[in-house]
């Protein structure tokens, strides 16, 4: 896929139960959901999805999505069909209906160990608030961040950080520090607020502390450039939640 997607900020992650596929006490269908593209299982083409699941269906081969891609899509599952009764185990996937109106490529990041966390870049944009909402999927974490006053086609950028000299221990959590930029500016004169969902690859970074800690998760907080200081030369960092790995969803 090469389409990329903004949601506005009335956008939530929704799971509505639904009667019209199949046995209403099995079925459910999944609304704003994020997933990477395998191209090797099962049929061919299948989406891993958040909690270890991965879901495919006949329809899906023909999607123009590649492997590793991230994407963000609706699909429904049926768990009663006879299919899906073993849970996907002798198919290798879930039989779903991945709708295939609605998936949009989620643009992905590289996460640094270099950090400067005082200094202002060129372009750099504000992010007004970092959803709770997450995802770590195939050594890709997905966030969705809400930058304000932000125009419906213009093209962003992110990096997301972290200091390599943070110690590794079984009770820490880390720190990283999340920036966007402008990277091309569309000439419109009324934006709106808009939360961009966000994959980071991040697989390193976990399979380090899986390494060097006993801890069977791995949290942090992301530290996010929300103002600029008095002097327009500085930035003000606001901290999210906390997130947490579990290091079995590696």
Known sequence: MSRSILYGILTFCMVVFVSCLGDPATSLTMANQVGVVATNVGPGKAVYVKGGDVISSEDFQQVNVEEGECILFDYSVDYGAAENVDGGVNNGYITATIYENTISEVNQWNLFNTLDTVSVEDNELLISSLQSRSAYIKGRLFLFTEIKNHQVEQQDSFALAYSPLQAIDDDQIY????????????????????????????????????????????????????????????????????????????
């Open 175 to 250: 720190t990283l520090y999340l920036r966007a930029f402008l990277k091309e500016e569309v000439e419109t004169e009324n934006g709106q607020s808009m939360i961009i969902p966000c994959a980071f690859d991040i697989h390193d970074f976990v399979d380090k502390i899986a390494k060097e800690s006993s801890s069977q998760e791995v949290k942090f907080r992301i530290n996010y450039a929300s103002a600029f200081g008095k002097d327009s030369l500085s930035v003000v960092w606001k901290s999210s939640d906390i997130f947490t790995i579990e290091l079995s969803e590696k």
